[in-house]
């Protein structure tokens, strides 16, 4: 039996303390000249949100329960310095440990769900977080723009799911891939950017590059290994870190090494597009297991996460098409050498699957979206025509085999299939002038593994207040009571998220 400390209940009353401690009094601050200036804005920022299923890792009930507990204070700030415009955005953030969260610590500390005993991560380290996001400055002239420092490169216009937008990684730690602004979670990487302006050929070349100067963790996407509330099932508590290390300057992933790409954007006729190549880092880490090492040996007890380069070619294309009264785009996305673990059944008992080695193999992602204004106001009675928009994602794995046993994700016996197809759609009405905003968003894997709803309302009071209510809900292939190894390869992309069904409120006081 696990011992716990008495701790006292957070109630709902308390859940909304850090909503009613934004300051009301904050303000934006502005002057300067043309040549010189200054400006201060941002917001703070209130979370709640509570669990609407039981966690069958833990021992008792945990549906209802406050599982976060958040405040965040974002500062932006410009300034102009002659001919040097500059821009600083930092950003606070702290947690509160709620009861559900302790009772995923105290998992986490003893490791009872795998028979190994870890170090037992902090999960409010991974939570809590004080850091300069984004300083770089401008310079400008004639057809060049020059921007350099840590800063965010977009390509691409895809939502939950990317195709092109790949040049940075993003942190899914504490919010997974839910919160509506990806600006929040994608991570800054120092860069010189470099925009040229061809009007004689109607576009434009960026070129990046990335001296590699950044921090270990910038590379990458930072997933849950940590056992917290994001925390694939059944694996929420357990410490992966306790048998994993992270080899950020592994000889196949180096973080040191110089990166970079190349953008091509222009306009033929009424067609936006643009052409691109990029050496990034792969997006999610894959074992570098101790039992098959793929070129370097690796620390951690069973193996080491890495990220391994890739190279990326992509082309995107956008057009408004009349006869649909719709604008239609897309992205091709063909990448070299992507990394896939392999092993669908366990090397020995208690070794959990995929640990077997790593394979390398191209990859090709089609993406096509549709973004249209529907006029509902005579079914829903809006105030005005709400938008829609449709996206539908492919993968392929190109030189797919089942003899290679690929899995889809290390620790799960699903296999990785030769296509992975996604659809998923937005639609965003508007009342009482834009000042309740209802949305709807959802998505489905066509392979019949899953999918995700996210009912959700924001409402807007005045200039500076925004409230936001969402439920998180995932219908999931795979059953969380049962183990990974257990799973009859059912468990996939949603099934990580089975039983983490979210109620989530949101208050933002701007300035």
Same mark, same amino acid.
């Given at each position: 039996m696990q011992s716990r400390r008495p701790i006292a209940r957070p109630s709902w009353a308390l859940a909304?303390?850090?909503?009613? @401690?934004?300051p009301c009094g904050a303000q934006a601050m502005d002057y300067g000249n043309d040549d010189f200036g200054f400006s201060l804005g941002g917001y703070i920022r209130g979370w709640t949100s509570f669990n609407l299923k039981d966690a069958p890792e833990t021992h008792g009930d945990d549906k209802g329960k406050l599982s976060m507990l958040r405040t965040s204070l974002l500062l932006d700030a410009d300034a102009v310095t002659g001919p040097l415009s500059w821009k600083a955005i930092t950003r606070v953030?702290?947690?509160? @440990?709620?009861?559900?969260?302790?009772?995923?610590?105290?998992?986490n500390r003893s490791m009872v769900n795998t028979g190994f005993r870890g170090r037992g991560s902090d999960l409010m380290d991974q939570y809590d977080r004080a850091e300069l996001r984004e300083f770089y400055f401008d310079y400008e002239k004639d057809r060049v723009k020059v921007r350099v420092g840590k800063q965010q490169v977009v390509w691409g216009e895809t939502d939950f799911f990317r195709a092109m937008d790949v040049v940075q990684g993003f942190d899914y730690r504490w919010r997974s891939f839910l919160e509506p602004e990806n600006e929040e979670l994608r991570k800054p990487l120092i860069m010189v950017n470099t925009t040229i302006q061809v009007p004689e050929a109607d576009g434009s070349l960026q070129v990046l590059l990335r001296p590699g100067l950044d921090a270990h963790n910038a590379i990458g996407n930072s997933v849950d290994f940590y056992g917290g509330r994001w925390a694939p099932q059944p694996y929420r508590g357990t410490d992966f870190y306790s048998l994993l290390d992270t080899d950020y300057e592994h000889s196949a992933g180096d973080n040191r090494k110089v990166t970079g790409g190349l953008r091509w954007a222009g306009i033929i006729g009424d067609v936006n597009y643009s052409l691109a190549w990029l050496k990034s880092y792969q997006g999610d880490p894959v074992v570098n297991s101790r039992f098959n090492p793929y070129h370097d040996t690796p620390k951690g007890v069973l193996g080491d996460l890495i990220y391994p380069e890739i190279t990326v070619w992509g082309a995107t294309a956008s057009t408004y098409v009349p006869a649909a009264d719709a604008v239609f785009s897309t992205e091709l996305?063909?990448?070299?050498?992507?990394?896939?673990?392999?092993?669908?059944?366990?090397?020995?008992?208690?070794?959990?699957?995929?640990?077997?080695?790593? @394979?390398?193999?191209?990859?090709?992602?089609?993406?096509?979206r549709m973004d249209k204004t529907v006029d509902l106001s005579r079914f829903l009675g809006t105030s005005r025509p709400s938008f829609l928009s449709?996206?539908?994602?492919?993968?392929?794995v190109l030189g797919f085999s089942e003899d290679d046993d690929l899995v889809a994700l290390a620790a799960y016996t699903a296999k990785k299939k030769r296509d992975t197809t996604i659809f998923t759609t937005v639609l965003q009405a508007n009342y009482r002038n834009d000042t309740i905003n209802p949305s709807l968003a959802g998505g489905v894997d066509l392979s019949g593994d899953g999918g995700f709803l996210i009912p959700a309302v924001e409402f807007a009071m005045g200039d500076k207040w925004r409230l936001r209510a969402e439920a998180d809900l995932f219908f999931a292939a795979g059953n969380s009571n049962d183990s990974a190894q257990e799973d009859n390869g059912a468990t996939r992309l949603f099934g990580y998220f089975d039983t983490h069904d979210q109620l989530v409120l949101r208050l933002t006081r701007q300035f």
């Open positions: 909304l303390l850090p909503l009613s @401690m934004l953030d702290k947690e509160v @440990m709620t009861d559900y969260q302790r009772d995923l610590q105290d998992l996305v063909y990448t070299q050498d992507a990394a896939f673990n392999y092993g669908s059944e366990p090397l020995a008992p208690g070794l959990p699957p995929g640990f077997s080695g790593l @394979m390398r193999k191209d990859t090709f992602t089609t993406m096509l449709a996206q539908l994602f492919n993968t392929r």
